[in-house]
């Protein structure tokens, strides 16, 4: 049966934001790739770069070419992208750019990797710090665009996503993308897995696309240098991380860092305790700035639980309350199409404020890798349908 190709959907999404910097940092003569498993079959495709977060216009080329997950391209099919018929990317500070779309062959399970060359001292503020076992690239010094292999002597990996912000595939009307919303915890692996416990499932029409920033509140932002990397408040930021091509549904797993960073100006300047919201005004900026805009462009809307913080550098009881009272709301609002109870499926059952602790990765807020297995497999299968 000849596959019909009707619509674009995101096939690969991440979010981006400031890099966590203490100067501004340049690049030069630098080639960037990073593999992507692709999830659909497909004959075109289109990304989506960023320069969000920039103070100057960045530039670049960009190549896309069939590879292993470990960035080994096939030489036959390497493909300059272009950008309004141009082969150089340049991006305005605060903007993105989409490049021309591109006849190009995917498919489902593949990988194909994304190479960006940097030619010229090139302002480098705009990525996003991503992991998992699906997560990740690398940077070489040099012109290696198009090469093969990099070269091991000039290579390393990293797990930054400098400006490659949407990989979007002209593909099935069947296929549809879920955004996964959230801060460092949805930065870091669960949503990797959920894409391939989706995959081991059999369900081949849905992208796990992950839109999340360290550090990020619902209800506030920081506007100093200090803490520039942890990103824009959701008000701002929603409405840009739901413009996703063939997303039908999202799953928002967001609002710790409300909880968590308020300590007081006689600790911290930035960060006093007057930012510390009430369970109903999170409510309320959950509703606001989230369900309302996801509505509107025919989203249905999943809450996430918050998961333990007992033991984390700024735990005290009232952020516990406020967590508490913040949960019981996701748990009991008819306002969501549905949860998922990531704080159930983490926590131990004799001490509930605590991880279970093989699910801890130290540091009692971020998960370790089998609690993130925990937390995809907290997923519904119907929210993957």
């Known amino acids: 049966m000849t596959e019909r190709f009707t619509k674009w959907v995101a096939c690969f999404g991440n979010a981006t934001s400031i890099i966590n910097q203490t100067e501004c940092t340049y690049a030069k003569n630098m080639t960037y790739r990073y593999p992507v498993r692709m999830c659909f079959n497909g004959n075109r495709i289109r990304i989506?770069?960023?320069?969000?977060?920039?103070?100057?216009p960045v530039s670049f080329t960009s190549s896309i070419a069939e590879s292993s997950r470990k960035g080994v391209l096939n030489p036959d099919t390497c493909l300059r992208l272009t950008f309004n018929g141009s082969e150089t990317c340049v991006i305005e500070p605060g903007c993105e750019v989409t490049s021309d779309e591109a006849d190009f062959k995917v498919t489902a399970g593949d990988y194909i990797s994304?190479?960006?060359y940097v030619k010229e001292a090139t302002q480098m503020n705009s990525a996003v710090l991503i992991t998992g076992p699906l997560s990740g690239g690398y940077y070489s010094y040099g012109n290696y665009e198009f090469d093969k292999v990099l070269p091991l002597d000039e290579t390393r990996k990293t797990?930054?996503?400098?400006?490659?912000n949407t990989i979007d595939v002209f593909t099935e009307e069947k296929n549809h993308a879920l955004i996964c919303y959230g801060d460092s915890i949805t930065a870091q692996d669960w949503p990797d897995y959920l894409a391939l416990r989706a995959w081991d499932l059999g369900y081949r029409n849905i992208s796990i696309i992950r839109r999340a920033i360290s550090?990020?509140?619902i209800l506030r932002e920081y506007t100093c240098k200090t803490y520039a990397a942890y990103g824009i408040k959701g008000e701002t930021r929603f409405p840009v991380e739901i413009n996703t091509a063939g997303a039908d549904r999202v799953l928002i797993q967001h609002g710790i860092n409300d909880i968590i960073h308020p300590v007081g100006e006689d600790v911290n300047p930035w960060r006093p305790l007057s930012d510390l919201p009430t369970a109903e005004e999170m409510a309320?900026?959950?509703?606001?700035?989230?369900v309302e805009?996801?509505?509107a462009k025919g989203l249905a809307v999943y809450g996430g639980t918050l998961i333990p913080i007992y033991g984390w550098r700024t735990y005290a009881s009232f952020r516990e309350e406020l967590k508490d009272q913040f949960?019981?709301?996701l748990r009991t609002t008819d306002e969501l199409d549905g949860l998922v109870d990531f704080d159930l499926a983490v926590r131990d059952e004799s001490n509930p404020y605590a991880f279970k602790k093989q699910f801890d990765s130290g540091d009692h807020l971020h998960p370790s890798a089998e609690g993130y297995k925990a937390m995809a497999y907290a997923v519904s299968e119907d929210l993957l349908k």
């Open 159 to 164: 797990n930054w996503y400098f400006f490659l």
């Open 114 to 116: 994304v190479s960006i």
């Open 48 to 56: 989506r770069f960023s320069n969000i977060a920039g103070t100057e």
């Open 327 to 329: 949960n019981e709301w």
């Open 215 to 217: 550090g990020t509140r």
């Open 293 to 295: 805009p996801a509505r």
């Open 284 to 290: 309320e900026g959950f509703m606001k700035f989230y």
